[in-house]
């Protein structure tokens, strides 16, 4: 079957740390740049990062979160990441990962004291 499943999602106080993972089944992950979103109760969907293809050499990270975010693949794993750190409770929301055309099914990232 094919489908990205993420985790790693959770409570954590502001400042905290959390490293999502977003898991591939069904075909090969490297083959494919691979995104990741994120949707804020009663707000869009907004593009968090995005990195490229095969060793995932080239990267993208939305202004909002660039200094705290970071991106990254584990082709071995067929799995990409995403570690945020310096978490604000603005960074509360449902994180999506998507490529080759399919979205997970979320993780809920909830920042509060």
């Known amino acids: 079957q094919v489908q990205l499943v993420e985790s790693g999602g959770g409570l954590v106080q502001p400042g905290g740390s959390l490293r999502l993972s977003c898991a591939a089944s069904g075909f090969t992950l490297r083959y494919y740049a691979l995104n990741w979103y994120r949707q804020a109760p009663g707000k869009e969907r907004e593009l968090v990062a995005i990195i490229s293809d095969g060793d995932g050499g080239r990267t993208y990270l939305a202004n909002s979160v660039k200094d705290r975010f970071t991106i990254s693949r584990d082709n071995a794993w067929n799995t990409a990441y995403l570690a945020m750190s310096s978490l604000k409770p603005e960074d509360t929301a449902v994180y999506y990962c998507?490529?080759?055309?399919?979205w997970g099914k979320g993780t809920l990232v909830t920042v509060s004291s």
């Open positions: 998507s490529a080759y055309g399919i």
